[in-house]
């Protein structure tokens, strides 16, 4: 019963900023985790940020000091700074509540070098 709808992808050069958002509706009290994923072609889904309900922050080491994952009410946030090509893939939005989890539908994010 949980809804995520993500958005504020595009495209941006190297060492540029985009912030993306996660609106969650329904259900969404309780949440345990709420993470951002991303996947490129070709590639596995890897675990980008997530941050607990009581607000303890996860990041992955090739996005230390340069991504920072928020929330706000019924909003999840990513603000990505000095982008890299290697940044780009498709970003979801990803929450854990008790047994269920539920995905958004991604927003692309591309950086051009």
């Known amino acids: 019963q949980v809804q995520l709808v993500e958005s504020g992808g595009g495209l941006v050069q190297a060492g540029g900023s985009l912030k993306l958002s996660c609106l969650a509706s329904g259900s969404i009290f309780r949440i345990e985790l709420m993470g951002w994923y991303r996947q490129a072609p070709g590639k596995q889904r890897e675990l980008v940020a997530s941050?607990?309900?009581?607000?303890t922050t996860n990041y992955a080491d090739s996005v230390k000091g340069r991504f920072t994952i928020s929330r706000d009410g019924a909003r999840g946030y990513l603000q990505m700074n000095n982008l890299k090509p290697e940044d780009t893939g498709r970003y979801y939005c990803?929450?854990?509540?008790?047994?269920?989890?539920?995905w958004g539908r991604g927003t692309l994010v591309t950086v051009s070098s």
């Open positions: 990803h929450i854990q509540r008790g047994p269920q989890d539920a």
């Open positions: 941050i607990t309900r009581g607000g």
